[in-house]
């Protein structure tokens, strides 16, 4: 089992930043994917961005140059910074971790106020 812990959502106005981070623990193998996920009110989730290993990064293209993910060098934390943030970006944000099963986070609310 992995468990999945999520902070740092909140209430920001337009170009403002904000860190989310996702603490991971439990049976952890190597070559997992992390990631975030968003879902605004009546739409569907979607990727926002995932890391797997190192430093192999993948971003949504609404997300490209303004959102950046990260580990820690232990690779039981993964944040993701959000930075130029517009009222679009607002939903609710769930960390994701995948390996043979996948794994979601409770959800941290992310509001951009114009």
């Known amino acids: 089992q992995v468990q999945l812990v999520e902070s740092g959502g909140g209430l920001v106005q337009a170009g403002g930043s904000l860190r989310l981070s996702c603490a991971v623990s439990?049976?952890?193998?190597?070559?997992?994917?992390m990631g975030w996920y968003r879902q605004a009110p009546g739409k569907q989730r979607e990727l926002v961005a995932t890391?797997?290993?190192?430093?192999?990064?993948n971003y949504a293209d609404s997300v490209k140059g303004r959102f950046t993910i990260s580990k820690d060098n232990a690779k039981t934390t993964v944040y993701l910074q959000m930075n130029s943030l517009k009222p679009e970006d607002t939903a609710v944000y769930y960390c994701?971790?995948?390996?043979?099963?996948?794994?979601w986070g409770q959800g941290t609310q992310v509001t951009v106020s114009s």
């Open positions: 890391i797997q290993g190192a430093d192999s990064t």
């Open positions: 439990g049976m952890i193998f190597g070559g997992n994917v």
């Open positions: 994701h971790y995948r390996d043979y099963n996948e794994y």
